[in-house]
């Protein structure tokens, strides 16, 4: 017997643990300080009430016998496909539903798409980034190699044409860095990706975060991107639904690499491995795009953008460089004084009991970065606000 040598070779400390760990036994030591947990990207808003509401009629319909639901659609209920392509069409961009995939998530899909590709082939990521990617490529085992984001770039980092790509995940708005590509620069990703023979990933799972109207909130704006791109998105920023689960990709018919269909694979691959989301979920998911839903949702996006600009306004008053946090739920700040991510993060959490996510977790790009999120309740953020004035 032989175990996946591959999943060996991942580091033992997920960045989250890691930082739960340190978090954890900073409280134990410090039980009556109070932690401002400015940390991991999870939301604190509760549901809207328009989409609990949807959940608990759901609830009653599978109580009925008359209404009663067993096994779903394999690719997810054409209601909540067709909603999600109404959404889009909202963007002008013409999406069939029929290239809609409902799933539990996004990191689930974006860890069950290395399904499709085989392990010879090398993967491009941008650094810092989201560091799911990394780690599932690892366990597949396949060659990683990276493009580095900058203060220079705007840590939007662009195509290398002497680096050979298969497959290319970029995520935009970025997670660490709240980056986000404009029109240009996406159109210059998806030539090259077409000229390499790539796969492009694409994760918009913070696309409903951008404010500026002139920036892309999906790869299909791009013309061509059917040609090359697969898109994953979730509701979990977009509807606070880190708890609920609830996600999308796009896997269009014309997307045929290898000659090979990916949307018939992935079809193959979702109706062998996945029994569905629940269909009480599919239903809050729905109400998620209607027009009430979207005003509701969007109230808590404004509340936690609103998080993100009082983090910054105290950092600038701070003199301390920061980024991202206009197009996104992160702000992306650079340690003072050559401090390295870990150093600051520890002197944040000793000094002030503030918790930031350390930018090196993200990738070798992120060191002497530390990533805030504005997914906490507004008390906290003016709390960790207040001290870091006086940074
Ligand atoms: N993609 C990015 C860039 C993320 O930051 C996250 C979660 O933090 C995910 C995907 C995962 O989303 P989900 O909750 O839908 O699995």
Redesign the pocket.
């Known amino acids: 017997m032989r175990v996946n040598h591959n999943a060996l070779k991942l580091e033992n400390n997920y960045l989250f643990s890691e930082v739960g760990r340190r978090l954890a036994a900073f409280q134990k030591e410090n039980p009556d300080r109070k932690l401002l947990k400015c940390s991991i ?1 999870d939301v604190t808003r509760p549901l809207p009430r328009i989409i609990t509401d949807a959940m608990n009629s759901a609830v009653e319909e599978m109580g009925r016998a008359e209404t009663f639901r067993g096994y779903g659609a394999e690719q997810g209920e054409s209601f909540l496909r067709e909603a999600i392509a109404n959404y889009y069409s909202k963007r002008g961009i013409q999406i069939d539903p029929v290239d809609i995939f409902i799933s539990d ?4 899909d ?1 860890g069950n798409m290395c399904d499709l590709f085989d392990a010879d082939n090398t993967v491009l990521l941008p650094n810092p980034v ?1 560091p799911v990617y990394y780690d599932t490529n690892v366990m597949a085992g396949r060659r990683v190699v990276f493009l580095d984001g900058s203060k220079e770039n705007g840590f939007l980092p662009m195509p290398d044409e002497s680096v050979k790509a298969d497959i290319i995940y970029l ?1 935009s708005p970025n ?1 660490p860095t709240g980056a986000v590509y404009n029109r240009s620069q996406l159109t210059a990703w998806v030539q090259y990706a077409i000229d390499q023979g790539a796969v492009l990933l694409f ?1 918009a ?1 913070y696309e409903s975060y951008i404010c500026d109207p002139t920036l892309p909130h999906s790869i299909y704006e791009i013309a061509g991107a059917e040609q090359c791109a697969i898109e994953i998105n ?1 509701l ?1 920023k977009m509807a606070g639904f ?1 708890g609920v689960r609830c ?1 999308w990709s796009v896997v269009p018919r014309a997307l045929q690499l290898d000659g090979a269909s990916l949307h018939d694979m992935w079809f193959r691959r979702m109706s062998t491995k996945y029994n569905g989301t629940s269909y009480i979920i599919q239903r809050a998911a729905e109400k998620v795009f209607s027009a009430e839903g979207q005003a509701a949702v969007h109230e808590d996006i404004a509340y936690y953008m609103e998080n993100a600009r009082i983090l910054k306004a105290a950092l600038t008053k701070a003199g301390i460089w920061s980024t991202g946090g206009e197009n996104a739920p992160y702000v992306w700040v650079q340690a003072p004084d050559g401090l390295g991510s870990w150093e600051f993060f520890d002197k944040l959490l000793h000094t002030y009991a503030i918790a930031g996510t350390p930018g090196a977790g993200f990738g070798t790009a992120g060191e002497g970065y530390l990533r805030f999120s504005s997914f906490g309740t507004r008390e906290t953020v003016e709390a960790a606000a207040a001290l870091l004035e006086t940074l």
Do not use: I, M, P, V
């Not at 998530?105 to 689930?108: D, N, R």
């Open positions: 990207g998530g996004a990191k689930s974006l989201y995520c997670n994760d799972a979730s979990s880190t996600g």
